[in-house]
């Protein structure tokens, strides 16, 4: 089954508030963003941002320049749906970072929570980070949520990548400069624990 038939078939076998992931507000990400002090105009992406929320609290903030990128079409229309009018406000992109490529020097805000982590082949990685290092202006900021190692194995019957902070570190490379890190317990709507790792990277040149 292709990446897109197997995202597809997740989200079309449950309602958004039921899949493993949900969270009804990303906090953690919005605390951080709020002490960025960015301008309101700053282009502003969610890498496989999905049906999450964080678009509709970041418009809530002021933020005029949001985009959307996910592999799954179907989750792009939950958004859209619950979004309503406000999903004008928002570029979509339904394509995979894999393969997309993203113009240079378009964001000042790269946010991914529990979407690098199903990239398990080292060339799907390379892709993803050669699109970070691509699109992400110099001084840009990096938030991204990975399973730490404690969590399981596998998410929504995919395995995923855990990462430690010295492997995500490591991962993303001495060009960024860790500004931040933290740890939160998510307990999926089936009562599985799983830790998220989530660090915010500055990019330094
Ligand atoms: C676990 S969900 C997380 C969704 C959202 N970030 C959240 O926290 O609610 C992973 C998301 O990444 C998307 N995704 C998976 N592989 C992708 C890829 N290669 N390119 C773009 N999106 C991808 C999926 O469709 C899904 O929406």
Redesign the pocket.
């Known amino acids: 089954m292709s990446?897109v038939d197997?995202?597809?078939k997740?989200?079309s076998a449950k309602p958004t508030e039921k899949?493993?992931?949900?969270?009804p507000r990303?906090q953690i990400s919005l605390n951080w963003i709020e002490k960025l002090e960015l301008a309101a105009d700053v282009p502003i992406i969610?890498?496989?941002?999905?049906?999450?929320?964080?678009v509709d609290d970041l418009i809530e903030a002021g933020y005029r320049s949001n985009t959307v990128?996910?592999?799954?079409k179907?989750?792009l229309s939950s958004a859209k749906a619950r979004l309503g009018e406000k999903q004008k406000l928002v570029t979509w992109i339904d394509?995979?970072?894999?393969?997309?490529e993203l113009l240079p020097c378009q964001y000042e805000l790269w946010?991914?929570?529990?979407?690098f982590h199903?990239?398990i082949s080292p060339e799907?990685s390379q892709k993803?980070l050669d699109n970070l290092f691509q699109a992400l202006k110099p001084g840009g900021h990096v938030i991204i949520?990975t399973f730490a190692p404690e969590a399981p194995k596998m998410?929504?019957g995919l395995p995923v990548r855990r990462y430690s902070l010295e492997e995500l570190q490591n991962t993303i490379g001495g060009d960024f400069e860790l500004m931040r890190h933290d740890k939160e317990l998510h307990i999926t709507p089936g009562g599985i624990e799983q830790m998220y790792l989530y660090c915010h990277f500055r990019r330094k040149t």
Do not use: E, N, P
């Not at 394509?95 to 997309?100: F, K, L, M």
């Not at 946010?111 to 979407?115: K, L």
């Open positions: 990446k197997q995202w597809q997740i989200y899949l493993g992931w949900y969270k990303m969610d890498v496989g941002g999905g049906a999450s929320t964080l990128l996910d592999i799954s179907h989750a394509a995979d970072i894999t393969v997309v946010h991914d929570r529990a979407m199903f990239l799907r993803y949520g998410c929504s």
